[in-house]
T-cell receptor, first 110, second 111 residues
Framework: RKEVEQDPGPFNVPEGATVAFNCTYS??????FFWYRQDCRKEPKLLMS???SGNEDGRFTAQLNRASQYISLLIRDSKLSDSATYLC???????????FGKGTMLLVSP | EAQVTQNPRYLITVTGKKLTVTCSQN?????MSWYRQDPGLGLRQIYY???????DKGDVPEGYKVSRKEKRNFPLILESPSPNQTSLYFC??????????FGNGTRLTVT
């Protein structure tokens, strides 16, 4: 089993749609979780950290399910500008190496 | 402004000609790292450094060298570049238990 797995997509959705991505991780000792966004040929940028109790930032909601070892990202009311690749990142915490998923591509169309 | 700066943004070179990609951060982060990104393979870690004079291999260190003589700088050195090192490279840094901050990338082509 790969350390961090994501559905590569692409997910094609119309503007205004709600879309959700999941990311599974293999190491049950993982402590830190993040979602990054990457636009084509640009650097990944932090979208949000994922907390145990779940957290929300505007139209974005992140959840952690430790029992099933996955994190999720929900995007409500999709905008054209949400089109990007979303990377799941997992770490054992502290200065441990961060492990990246290969990303899920989202395409939002008019 | 807090940032990670890497240079150059674009580099075209020939096989065997030594090159260095610089990386500097102004956030006083202990941890710095280099990644390469290739289609279908995602981000792969080349080398990382936990502090000055402390460096470790990542997943794909072959053909690369790094040094960490100062906290803010973490250059990536290709002593004898080969075409399979053509890639998009990112430098990144972070503080303890915090997310990575990435530089804006170096697109390297080795012919």
């Amino acid at each position: 089993r790969k350390e961090v797995e994501q559905d590569p997509g692409p997910f094609n959705v119309p503007e205004g749609a709600t879309v959700a991505f999941n990311c599974t991780y293999s190491n049950s000792a993982s402590q830190s979780f993040f979602w990054y966004r990457q636009d084509c040929r640009k650097e990944p940028k932090l979208l949000m950290s994922v907390y145990s109790s779940g957290n929300e930032d505007g139209r974005f909601t992140a959840q952690l399910n430790r029992a099933s070892q996955y994190i999720s990202l929900l995007i409500r009311d999709s905008k054209l500008s949400d089109s990007a690749t979303y990377l799941c990142v997992v770490s054992l915490g502290g200065y441990s190496t961060l492990t990246f998923g290969k990303g899920t591509m989202l395409l939002v169309s008019p | 402004e807090a940032q990670v700066t890497q240079n150059p943004r674009y580099l075209i070179t020939v096989t065997g000609k030594k090159l260095t990609v610089t990386c500097s951060q102004n956030m006083n982060h202990e941890y710095m790292s280099w990644y390469r990104q290739d289609p279908g393979l995602g981000l792969r870690q080349i080398y990382y450094s936990m502090n000055v004079e402390v460096t470790d291999k990542g997943d794909v260190p072959e053909g690369y060298k790094v040094s960490r003589k100062e906290k803010r700088n973490f250059p990536l050195i290709l002593e004898s570049p080969s075409p399979n090192q053509t890639s998009l490279y990112f430098c990144a840094s972070r503080g303890h238990n915090s997310p990575l901050h990435f530089g804006n990338g170096t697109r390297l082509t080795v012919t």
